[in-house]
């Protein structure tokens, strides 16, 4: 059972361009919704993350937007650079432990 | 920010023998550590918790005498693959959380490549 889904498997994008990988979950418990992006050989980072009481979070390129009727959020990556190409992977944890339960992973390429 | 030393980086064994991989939180320290195994283009899947002086817990399926698990101090925990088989390839890679740092997210080590020939 998979308690946190995440599309698309995999993403091409232009320089420029903009990244959307969206996740959904089931779990109401769930309260910190993190997302990791990991280069080949090497092992993730957080890269940004959001509580439930806010629909948005901005840092730079990179936006959450968090949709908690519909548990679903997403990763926008605006203006593509092709040193985003890496594996993103959204998560979600409950408070307390904060142990994140992974999505399978959004392989990104970005052409130059 | 919080970091997270893995090592090696990479190792080669042989089948039948045991192979140690480190994890160090360098900055902080950390009670709970756990352990994650990653097989290409696949998510990471937790094979258990390392509890600083005390016994490690494992997820169901992983095999708790294959997978040994210290937890010595409060800056490292190891973990060593015992009479390994190439089945047991893989990425492994620890993590932990700086529980002073007000965030949340976990920190990752770099990963260590286990090639079992």
């Known amino acids: 059972q998979q308690q946190v889904k995440q599309s698309p498997q995999s993403l091409i994008v232009q320089k420029g361009g903009i990244s959307i990988i969206n996740c959904a979950y089931e779990n109401t418990a769930f309260d910190y919704f993190p997302w990791y992006q990991q280069f080949p050989g090497k092992g993730p980072a957080l890269l940004i993350a959001?509580?439930?009481?806010?629909s948005e979070k901005k840092e730079g390129r990179f936006t959450i937007s968090f949709n908690k009727s519909a548990k679903q959020f997403s990763l926008h990556i605006m203006d593509s650079q092709p040193g985003d190409s890496a594996t993103y992977f959204c998560?979600?944890?409950?408070?307390?432990?904060?142990?994140?339960?992974f999505g399978r992973g959004t392989s990104l390429i970005v052409h130059p | 920010g919080a970091v997270v030393s893995q090592h090696p980086s990479r190792v080669i064994c042989k089948s039948g023998t045991s192979v140690k991989i480190e994890c160090r939180s360098l900055?902080?320290?950390?009670?709970?550590m756990f352990w994650y195994r990653q097989f290409p283009k696949q998510s990471l899947m937790l094979m258990a918790t390392s509890n600083e002086g005390s016994k490690a817990t494992y997820e169901q399926g992983v095999e708790k005498d294959k997978f040994l698990i210290n937890h010595a101090s409060l800056t490292l925990s190891t973990l060593t693959v015992t009479s390994a088989h190439p089945e047991d390839s893989s990425f492994y890679i620890c993590?932990?959380?700086?529980?002073?740092?007000?965030?949340?997210?976990?920190?990752f080590g770099s990963g260590t490549r286990l090639t079992v020939v």
């Open positions: 959001i509580r439930p009481d806010v």
């Open positions: 998560a979600a944890s409950i408070g307390g432990s904060y142990i994140p339960t």
């Open positions: 993590s932990a959380r700086d529980l002073g740092s007000g965030t949340y997210g976990y920190t």
């Open positions: 900055d902080f320290q950390a009670t709970t």
